[in-house]
């Protein structure tokens, strides 16, 4: 049977694509090899006889512009965190740093605190708001065609900044601007998830990463969605089925020849273009099924996260008893994210060693939105925690099942001894049992998540992101999903202004179509 467009992958890219192709009158069919939709971005319960849906993997939304919420008619609601972080500082936990974005007094006095005076926070001020003037003008043009660098950079008009951000490493930037190893690092962060990384480093991934951190939304901030990332999928493949477009699941695709024939079990179907919403890797290996030449991409993706899902009968006390443990874990709380310490955990795992200090962020759902609970837990005190561990690359866990399981209870291990070194008791003492008496607790590694996910390496991004301007002469103008066969394009996070839960692919897969 033949399409105007089949797109491989029900992630929320994939749907993206597919919803924008039939609300224009197109025939969409949409392949996914789970039994479900959502790919990453999925809200389930994660541990038995326990009534609670948790996202996951993905768990927090930044980049989908309002554009796309709009255009597509989702039923989503976004909840802006009120409280950007917190931050034990690593030497003495019993002080930290709580940086609450409604109440600028406040926020001043912690810097103050911490600091001794008012400098970093000055300095804080001047960086984040000249950031966001960035953020502003750049963001929109996610969904437009690439321009240059250049045509960038004229358009932000801080010439300063965009040189500390686009040209120079970003550990040196950081190291000018703010004299506090605590402060420098919880500005560090953002360039580190999922993006394994010198803050230091020629190459710049940190960059990158960094700058996509940054800008998304136009403003750079994080927000929660009601009923978890679950809902911000079922919302698009609502939009996609209503518009036409044909779901099926339990469905994996065997192989795409670039004449626009796609293959699987006991099927086929031609289309004028092809979507792959999967990782550039993943449809090289379609096409090499088809006898046809791969798309450009890096040839070893790698992710550098341990991800780790817990419910909680109550949120754990804090050393720093000044500040309630409600604002702390409401926004990102960084865990052992000194700058230095970033560096000494990257420097470990670039070694072949598991960091014996992991540096981790954790985030709790629940404290804004109750709904991903059971009537029973959202009555009572319980919390869900996120937990994402920094450098703890997929090459750490390479091996037999066996190393690979050595590793993982060395790498959770230490990371639970990371978490509670900043807390005033064992996270073990307030994690509750599910049906079988066992903790609420789930890990995954890169390893576990290429094989859960399809990420090749375990890379969140799908590869290593790339910078959201036209980089070679050729691409300007384009969409940055192009691939050197006519009828295929990239749909999902390893497009060029891909990564992050965002629909920026997959809506720009549709619009090269659309008004090519």
Not at 307 to 321: G, Q
Not at 448 to 465: M, V
Request: one cysteine or more; aromatic letters at 6%; charged letters at 25%.
């Amino acid at each position: 049977m033949d399409y105007d467009d089949v797109v491989i992958g029900a992630g929320h890219n994939g749907l993206t694509a597919a919803a924008y192709l039939a609300r224009a009158g197109r025939r969409v069919l949409v392949l996914e090899a789970a039994d479900h939709v959502g790919g990453a971005a999925v809200s389930a319960q994660a541990f038995a006889g326990v009534d609670a849906r948790l996202s996951r993997y993905s768990y927090l939304v930044s980049l989908l512009p309002r554009q796309v919420v709009s255009d597509l008619d989702l039923d989503l609601r976004l909840i802006r965190r009120r409280f950007s972080s917190f931050t034990p500082v690593p030497a003495d936990p019993a002080r930290g740093l709580l940086v609450d974005n409604g109440d600028d007094a406040a926020t001043a006095a912690g810097f103050a605190s911490l600091t001794g005076g008012q400098r970093e926070h000055a300095a804080w001020q001047d960086f984040y708001g000249r950031v966001q003037a960035l953020a502003e003008r750049v963001f929109p043009t996610v969904l437009e065609p690439l321009r240059t660098e250049a045509d960038l950079a004229a358009l932000v008009g801080d010439d300063e900044l965009w040189e500390a951000l686009v040209r120079r490493p970003l550990g040196e930037v950081l190291e000018e601007r703010f004299g506090d190893d605590t402060v420098r690092g919880v500005v560090a962060t953002d360039a580190l998830i999922g993006t394994f990384a010198d803050l230091r480093g020629d190459d710049l991934r940190q960059n990158v990463c960094f700058f996509y951190h940054l800008i998304g939304g136009g403003t750079g901030d994080w927000d929660v969605p009601v009923g978890g990332m679950g809902a911000v999928t079922e919302g698009l493949a609502r939009a996609a089925t209503a518009a036409g477009a044909e779901i099926r699941t339990g469905t994996r695709v065997l192989a795409v020849d670039p004449d626009g024939t796609v293959e699987w079990p006991g099927g086929s179907a031609r289309a004028s273009s092809v979507h792959a919403a999967c990782a550039p890797t993943v449809l090289n290996q379609l096409l090499a099924a088809a006898g046809a030449d791969p798309v450009e991409t890096e040839a070893q993706p790698e992710g550098a996260q341990l991800k780790v899902n817990m419910l909680l009968s109550r949120l754990p006390r804090l050393r720093d008893e000044a500040v309630d443990p409600r604002a702390a874990f409401a926004g990102t709380f960084h865990v052992n994210e000194g700058y230095a310490q970033l560096q000494e955990a990257y420097a470990a795992a670039a070694d072949g060693r598991v960091p014996q200090v992991p540096p981790c962020e954790i985030y709790c759902h629940s404290l804004s939105d109750r709904s991903i609970l059971g009537p029973g837990l959202a009555e009572s005190d319980a919390q869900t925690l996120t937990l994402f561990g920094l450098h703890l690359p997929a090459r750490l866990f390479r091996g037999t099942q066996e190393e690979h399981d050595r590793v993982k209870d060395l790498a959770l291990a230490r990371t639970l001894e990371s978490l509670n070194s900043v807390l005033a008791e064992p996270v073990q003492d307030v994690l509750l049992r599910d049906g079988d008496g066992g903790y609420c607790l789930e890990a995954r590694t890169p390893v576990e998540l290429e094989a859960d996910l399809g990420l090749p390496g375990g890379n969140i991004f799908h590869r290593s992101l790339q910078w959201p301007w036209a980089e070679r002469p050729e691409e300007v103008g384009t969409w940055g999903v192009e691939t050197r066969h006519e009828r295929v394009r990239l749909a999902g996070a390893g497009a060029r202004r891909g990564g992050g839960v965002s629909g920026i692919p997959g809506h720009n897969a549709a619009r090269s179509v659309l008004e090519g």
